[in-house]
């Protein structure tokens, strides 16, 4: 009972804050019921339940900044980034300096776009299995010090995200260089990637 009042609050209160500041979704209950079924099923899966608790937090904070946009917190750096980019990386083509993003726009390789795809969807879970693989080989310490340098990168990367919001390329790209706050999402070139496979993968997650 020490150990699961905790749990069973906790969670409720991420379910309760969640559905009051940004909408309840189905991933939000997932991650409660698989929280819920480590934790309950055996004292060998609750402490798994535990540790993993880095990673369900890094869950929690990056969907959380929904809360508070970070253009409430400072302005948006558009131009600045876009021109930045440009005089650093700028490719020529024809007789105009494009950034990359706008360069392969027009000259892509289908090869590129796929491992590109894979290699964005790769970001979280492979650390997740990576994980996972350390703490089931007996790597407890080694795991313990994995998970909680990858929250704190993470959210170090949060942080940067409201210090300094940046537009992406493809904004200035569609919409030039003044802000649009209710701008929709947008794939840009990983539809690529979606043609590629005949599913729509990043269209789910940014359309």
Same mark, same amino acid.
Request: proline fraction near 6%.
């Given at each position: ?10 969670? +409720? *209160?991420? /379910? ?12 939000? *209950?997932? +991650? ?5 079924? *480590? ?6 899966? =609750?402490?798994?339940? !535990? ?20 253009? +409430?917190?400072?302005? %948006? ?10 005089? /650093?990386?700028? *490719? ?14 027009? $000259? ?17 879970? !492979? ?12 790597? =407890?310490?080694?795991?313990? =010090? ?26 200035? +790209? ?11 999402? $947008? ?13 729509? !993968?990043?269209?789910? %997650?940014?359309?």
């Amino acid at each position: 009972m020490r150990e699961s009042v905790p749990a069973v609050v906790g969670t +409720m *209160l991420f /379910l309760i804050l969640t559905a009051l500041c940004i909408g309840l979704r189905p991933e939000h *209950l997932l +991650m409660a019921v698989v929280f819920w079924a *480590l934790f309950f099923a055996g004292k060998a899966s =609750r402490k798994l339940a !535990v540790a993993l608790l880095p990673f369900f937090i890094f869950g929690i904070s990056y969907d959380w900044m929904r809360v508070y946009p970070n253009y +409430m917190v400072s302005p %948006i750096d558009i131009k600045g980034l876009y021109e930045a980019e440009k005089s /650093l990386f700028g *490719l020529s083509f024809g007789d105009v300096t494009l950034i990359p993003c706008e360069y392969f726009a027009l $000259n892509h390789c289908s090869t590129a776009d796929f491992l590109a795809g894979i290699f964005y969807l790769c970001w979280v879970p !492979v650390p997740i299995a990576f994980g996972l693989w350390l703490y089931l080989k007996g790597y =407890r310490s080694v795991y313990l =010090r994995f998970a909680l340098v990858f929250l704190l990168v993470n959210l170090i990367g949060f942080a940067g995200y409201y210090i300094h919001p940046a537009a992406p390329p493809w904004y200035a +790209m569609n919409y030039g260089f003044d802000p649009v706050l209710d701008t929709p999402g $947008n794939v840009a070139g990983l539809r690529r990637f979606d043609e590629l496979l005949g599913w729509a !993968v990043f269209d789910s %997650i940014y359309g």
